[in-house]
């Protein structure tokens, strides 16, 4: 096999509290040619004192001012790295050593592989384990091969993100392709808490994806993460239903019971928090702005949901 391919490691970086963490793991990887680009979106020197600190040729470093917000980080970062293969790094997070070259040998071995991935565990604020969730459970028990249209059909019909956050994937560069000015840009739709889902979905329509059954990242859950405001909350649900619309789009569900079974769940969620007045005015009516969208048939099953 020809000689070790650049990976870039990119870290959009606003929380000082657990980036050295982050940084160091990624420094640890045990694979030879490497850059890790930093993206520094927050207000104080910490982070760029880290980088600093660690005086590592590898790591390319960007302070933005104004700051680039979620998505403009995501999206530069990718825009300014040079590797074939791309990963992402939450500033928060934490890989195992041996990430990317488990998550590399699948992809230059298979080019139909558009993205790698492995299960990861949770962590809190002082690095202790946590129980993980649904989204977690293992896509397999053992490593392997995973068609991408299929992979994408089950995770509509399931409305979650097996695959994982950011942290936990490697993706092949000339598999994306920008839809505007955001990486998180899937149609008409700029998405926000399904962004890391809206990306996989439209790399799995363009090849399959690979699973390592070992952990080789770790996403931290602590309280410093972002709280959701009412819209945000809108944002998140009205999500569910517009994933359903643009994967269907893209040639997933291509099946009535797929699709019926994806805006089913969509629609069961909506509908929750639609008959719950105890939320708040500005979600309800947010909610109630969007219920035209969704077929009534949909609707009306879901209110027994």
Not at 77 to 87: N, Q, Y
Not at 177 to 197: H, Q
Not at 287 to 301: E, S, V
């Amino acid at each position: 096999m020809s000689a070790a391919p650049l990976v870039s490691i990119l870290i959009p970086a606003y929380r000082p509290r657990f980036f050295g963490e982050a940084l160091s793991s990624a420094r640890a990887q045990r694979h030879g040619n490497l850059e890790i680009v930093v993206g520094d979106d927050s207000p104080g020197e910490e982070i760029a004192r880290a980088v600093k600190a660690a005086s590592d040729p590898r790591i390319r470093y960007e302070r933005h001012e104004p700051a680039l917000g979620f998505a403009g980080n995501f999206t530069h970062l990718f825009e300014v790295s040079r590797g074939p293969f791309v990963k992402f790094l939450n500033d928060d997070d934490v890989l195992h050593p041996d990430c990317v070259p488990r998550l590399l040998a699948p992809m230059r071995a298979r080019p139909d592989v558009t993205l790698a991935t492995s299960r990861r565990t949770v962590i809190g604020g002082e690095g202790q384990p946590l129980a993980g969730d649904t989204a977690t459970h293992p896509l397999m028990p053992a490593d392997g091969f995973m068609p991408g249209k299929a992979l994408g059909t089950f995770l509509l019909r399931l409305s979650v993100n097996r695959i994982g956050e950011p942290s936990t994937v490697l993706l092949r560069r000339d598999a994306v392709t920008l839809e505007g000015e955001s990486i998180f840009r899937w149609g008409a739709n700029e998405y926000e808490c399904l962004a890391d889902l809206s990306l996989w979905l439209r790399l799995l329509a363009k090849g399959g994806a690979w699973w390592v059954a070992d952990p080789l990242s770790a996403y931290r859950y602590h309280e410093g993460q972002q709280q959701r405001t009412a819209g945000t909350s809108a944002r998140c649900i009205l999500e569910r239903w517009l994933i359903v619309e643009d994967g269907a789009r893209a040639g997933f569900l291509d099946a009535a019971a797929d699709r019926d079974e994806a805006a089913r769940v969509a629609v069961g969620v909506f509908r929750r928090f639609l008959d719950d007045e105890s939320q708040s005015p500005e979600l309800l009516a947010a909610l109630r702005a969007f219920a035209p969208r969704i077929p009534a048939r949909y609707l009306a099953a879901g209110s027994g949901a």
